[in-house]
């Protein structure tokens, strides 16, 4: 089970760190990702990182203002994000998949489990 938190209201150029608290199986077990879907638009990558947090991979649209991260002892995983804008307005999800060691899952369909979702609102 995935919970997601730490979304909010900030104004553009601001800063949010989100949340990923894994329960069950140790987290260290998956890979990692964080996906967003904005209000009439398709799911979208952000960001990911492979189950021992050496390899990290970004969505083109976050490149240079988020940075991912994970905690295995604690079972959690983050998303600082700096410089935000309003088109980073949306749900962000986080997911986790089965995958080897060093690999950064990027698809929608190759995550298996999914969290609620945090609702993060960049006002301009």
């Known amino acids: 089970q995935l919970q997601a938190c730490g979304g909010g209201l900030v104004q553009a150029g601001g800063s949010l760190r989100l949340s990923c608290a894994a329960s069950?199986?140790?987290?260290?077990?998956?890979?990692m990702g964080w996906l967003r879907q904005a209000p009439g638009k398709e799911r979208e990558f952000v960001a990911a990182?492979?189950?021992?947090?050496?390899?990290?991979a970004y969505g083109d649209s976050v490149k240079g203002r988020f940075t991912i991260s994970r905690h295995n002892a604690k079972n959690t995983m983050y998303l600082q994000m700096n410089s935000l804008k309003p088109e980073d307005t949306a749900v962000y999800f986080c997911?986790?998949?089965?995958?080897?060691?060093?690999?950064?899952?990027?698809?929608?369909?190759?995550?298996?489990?999914w969290g609620q979702g945090t609702q993060v609102t960049v006002s301009s």
């Open positions: 990182i492979s189950r021992n947090g050496g390899t990290t």
């Open positions: 069950g199986r140790t987290s260290s077990s998956y890979a």
């Open positions: 997911a986790a998949a089965v995958a080897t060691m060093f690999y950064t899952v990027r698809r929608n369909s190759d995550y298996d489990y």
